[in-house]
């Protein structure tokens, strides 16, 4: 009787399979290491709501910064500061954490900052800025390299917490018709955002170090980033997975050290064991370094769409980058850094080959945690059937804070981080902890959370 359960089991699986849709990767090959260029866009600062914006020499100008989602909070250039006539708390300090350590900053008096798109046909008009509260913002110490780049402004994630970011990348290099790498913030119900083909799920972690007993209040502004988990990374028939930064700041993607040995590519110290295939000048908070790159054979992003999208002949840096975890005092190094290079046009260093890219426009719902691709048509998307976690069909559990498919210890891990938190877009509602939205991540909070347990 067993023999014949077991054949008739065989035969209805095979029934199965065959009627199941198999769902390829959806491929995208010739990305290089260095993206042509950051997210623009165009803002305005307030002393007031109520009052005009800030003026230079009587003039109301346009100012562009960097939309970078691996910012915590809100970088304004020395010269920036010196121009718009913006005080100085004179006993603030406050310490953040790049890809070259530590650098210290000062902190700015109390603004309003308002953002608009960077094309926007209306820009000299102040009305059209989306105003966001009122913030104190990190002011650089030094003035921008004269020889290397001009000064710097940046707006990190407080802008984008709790809104919908659209991303419109250089697809190609057109000469006779060059614009840039644009972003702009949305309201989350904004009929115009662009419709996207597949979605990756995020996770909004706490990269921030407001305890360093370093920092002198009162502090700026300061956001959760976005997260990509489970990217693998293969080479030479080695695999390794891990958790990566989204950072639309990042000229190139990096992976750490750890991720490097996995594969291979470099001892304990970071320094290659096998040749590099190129090397690459990188800067950022904490100044300035030459990274070992290498081009990987895959690199897999899982979607919530049933396939993975698959970068063929991926170019990453070698790079630990940390941050000072506040419960236990110890640096956090992240996995990797996912960069503009491989959702904008890049660039090959060493010959100057520039290479396209498939997307359109890139979503960034961030009351939903949700990272959005708009294909363009010319590139075919894998169709498939899904029912699994995290799909428009089968939704996550809300107390999956972590996103795994599953409600458990390290859920639980978050909750103990959040417990008795203030609560806002800001922390993204204490990782999604807050459940009722109440401002506070609190017993009726843990009520909910034990009941999915």
């Known amino acids: 009787m067993r023999a014949r359960y077991l054949a008739i089991f065989l035969i209805l699986l095979a029934a199965g399979s065959r009627g199941a849709a198999v769902c390829s990767d959806f491929e995208i090959e010739g990305t290089y290491e260095a993206s042509i260029d950051l997210p623009r866009i165009l803002f305005l600062l307030k002393h007031s709501p109520n009052e005009p914006p800030i003026e230079v020499d009587g003039f109301f100008e346009l100012n562009y910064a960097y939309l970078d989602t691996g910012a915590s909070g809100i970088l304004l250039s020395r010269e920036t500061a010196e121009t718009m006539q913006i005080t100085i708390d ?49 002011v650089s110490r030094e003035y921008a390299d004269e020889l290397f780049g001009e000064p710097i402004d940046v707006l990190g994630m407080p802008v984008m917490a709790g809104y919908t970011i659209v991303l419109k990348p250089i697809s190609d290099i057109d000469l006779e018709d060059i614009r840039y790498f644009t972003g702009d913030i949305r309201e989350p119900n904004d009929p115009n955002i662009p419709a996207t083909d597949f979605q990756v799920a995020l996770r ?71 040749e590099a295939d190129f090397y690459i000048p990188i800067g950022g908070i904490g100044g300035s370094l030459e990274l070992p790159g290498f081009i990987l054979d895959r690199l897999s992003v899982p979607t919530l769409n049933g396939f993975n999208m698959v970068f063929i ?98 859920d639980l891990e978050i909750i103990a981080d959040e417990w008795l938190s203030a609560c806002d877009w800001l922390n993204f509602n204490c990782r999604g902890g807050d459940f009722d939205r109440d401002g506070i991540f609190n017993f009726k909070d843990f009520a909910e959370f034990a009941h999915s347990w």
């Open 313 to 410: 002949g991926a170019r990453v840096c070698v790079h630990d980058i940390g941050v000072l975890d506040e419960r236990s005092g110890e640096f956090i190094i992240l996995d990797g850094v996912f960069g503009d290079n491989f959702i904008c046009a890049s660039m090959d260093m060493a010959t100057w080959d520039f290479s396209s890219t498939p997307f359109d426009n890139i979503v960034l719902d961030t009351r939903n945690a949700l990272l959005g691709f708009d294909v363009n048509s010319i590139y075919p998307v894998p169709s498939c059937s899904v029912t699994g976690c995290g799909s428009e069909t089968n939704p996550f559990v809300g107390a999956d804070l972590t996103r795994d498919c599953v409600v458990d210890i390290y």
């Open 204 to 274: 909004l972690e706490k990269y921030i170090n407001p305890s360093n007993p370093l920092n002198i209040p009162p502090l700026p502004v300061l956001a959760y980033n976005p997260v990509i988990d489970n990217i693998t990374i293969e080479r030479d028939g080695v695999s390794s997975t891990g958790n990566w930064l989204f950072d639309t700041g990042g000229t190139v993607s990096v992976i750490s050290v750890a991720q490097g040995m996995a594969l291979g590519l470099v001892d304990a110290n970071g320094e290659p064991i096998t």
């Open 90 to 138: 004179a006993n603030a300090q406050f310490v953040d954490t790049g890809i070259g350590g530590d650098e210290f900053f000062n902190v700015s008096e109390p603004l309003y900052i308002g953002t608009t798109d960077y094309y926007s046909d209306e820009a000299e008009n102040p009305d059209i800025y989306r105003l966001c509260p009122q913030w104190r913002f990190q």
